[in-house]
C-alpha cells in the first residue's frame, strides 16, 4: 500500500460509513454534506474518546499561558477539568476550499461509480457544511490553468459554494503553481485552506505551488484524490492509456508495467507527504472508495490546531 498522510484509524463510533459512489449518486450535495456531517458529529458526540474539545466553538481546554479568567468555572465543577471560555470573535475562521477541477479530475475507473471530480465535489461539500457548523466563513476557489469559480469566505456562503460545486465539470488542462499563486495573494486573513487535487505534478512542483498558502499565517490541508485503480493498477489485458488533459497516448502490456507503476505511485506519495510535512502542510490521501469522514478528522484536527496558536 502507499504511504499516507495523517490520519487518525479509529473510527468514532456510530459515524456512517457510507459508500461514495453512493453519495455521488445523490443529486443535491446539501443532503450529501448533511447526511455525512450529522453522522459524523453524531458518532463523536458518542465516542468515549475525547481527545479533541468537541465544544471548541465556545469552550476549549486550558492551556499553559491562557488568561486564568476566562476559566469556565461552572463547567470545571461539572466535569473536575479546565476548559477556556471562548467567543465568537476567537472562534470564527475563513475555511477555503481551493477544488481542482482539471480534465484529470474527471476519470472514473471502470467499476468505480464516481470520478475524482464528483467525490472532490461530495467532500468539499461535507468540508464546507462541516466548517459553517462550527461557524466559521466558508467559500471556494475552483481552479485548472486559472481560477474558474470564486466564492470569497463569508458567514452566510454555503448555499454559494454548493451552488458553484454543483456546476463545476472537468475543465482542461491545468497546473497547480499559477492559479494558487493568485489564490495566495488574494489570502488576506488567517483560517484554514483545504487544497483538493490529484496532484499529477512533481513533488517540488507540488510544494512550491502550495507553500505560499501556508506563508500567510494559517493552516493548509492538501487532499490528495485518487482513484483505487490509479494506485493498484488492476488492468488485465493490452491497453492504451490517454491522458486527459494533452490528449497523448501510449501503448500498454499491464503485465509488465504493473511493478514498475505501483513502485512510482507509492514513492510520488511517499514523496508528497514527506515534503509537504516538512512544510508543516497536513497531508492526507483519499482514494475514491474511502468514506468522506475521514477528511472531516483531518479539518477537525487543523481547525484545534489554528485555535491553539491564536
Not at 492551556?63 to 479568567?69: E, F
Not at 475555511?95 to 479530475?105: C, H, N
Not at 481560477?147 to 488542462?173: F, K, T, Y
Request: proline share 6%.
Amino acid at each position: 500500500m502507499p504511504a499516507q498522510g495523517p490520519r487518525i484509524s479509529s473510527r468514532a463510533p456510530g459515524a456512517r460509513f457510507i459508500d461514495p459512489a453512493a453519495l455521488a449518486r445523490i443529486d443535491n450535495l446539501e443532503l450529501v454534506a448533511r447526511t455525512v456531517v450529522d453522522g459524523f458529529m453524531s458518532g463523536l458526540h458518542r465516542s468515549p474518546h475525547l481527545g479533541l474539545s468537541l465544544d471548541f466553538a465556545d469552550q476549549r481546554p486550558y492551556m499553559p499561558g491562557d488568561d486564568i479568567r476566562r476559566i469556565d468555572w461552572r463547567l470545571y465543577a461539572r466535569t473536575d477539568r479546565y476548559y477556556v471560555k471562548q467567543y465568537e470573535a476567537d472562534t470564527n475562521a475563513n475555511f477555503l476550499v481551493a477544488l481542482d477541477a482539471s480534465a484529470s479530475m474527471g476519470y472514473a475507473g471502470a467499476g468505480a461509480g464516481v470520478s475524482k471530480l464528483d467525490y472532490a465535489r461530495c467532500l468539499a461539500a461535507t468540508l464546507v457544511w462541516f466548517a459553517s457548523r462550527q461557524h466559521d466563513r466558508v467559500g471556494l476557489s475552483a481552479f485548472a490553468d486559472e481560477l474558474i469559480e470564486q466564492v470569497p469566505p463569508g458567514a452566510r456562503n454555503v448555499d454559494a459554494v454548493l451552488h458553484a460545486l454543483d456546476r463545476l465539470r472537468p475543465a482542461r488542462s491545468g497546473r497547480l503553481g499559477p492559479a494558487l499563486a493568485r489564490l495566495a495573494d488574494g489570502v488576506r486573513r488567517r483560517g484554514i485552506v483545504a487544497v483538493i487535487s490529484d496532484l499529477y505534478e512533481p513533488p517540488e512542483a507540488v510544494v512550491e505551488a502550495v507553500a505560499p498558502l501556508r506563508g500567510r499565517g494559517g493552516d493548509v490541508i492538501v487532499f490528495h484524490v485518487l482513484d483505487p485503480a490509479e494506485i493498484d493498477f488492476p488492468f488485465q489485458d493490452e491497453l492504451t492509456l490517454e491522458d486527459l488533459e494533452s490528449g497523448a497516448r501510449m501503448p500498454l502490456l499491464p503485465e509488465r508495467a504493473r511493478a514498475r507503476y505501483r513502485e512510482r505511485i507509492q514513492a510520488h506519495v511517499a514523496e508528497l507527504a514527506r515534503r509537504l510535512g516538512d512544510e508543516r502542510i497536513d497531508y492526507t490521501l483519499m482514494r475514491t472508495d474511502v468514506p468522506l469522514d475521514q477528511a472531516l478528522f483531518a479539518l477537525l484536527a487543523a481547525r484545534e490546531r489554528l485555535q491553539r496558536v491564536r
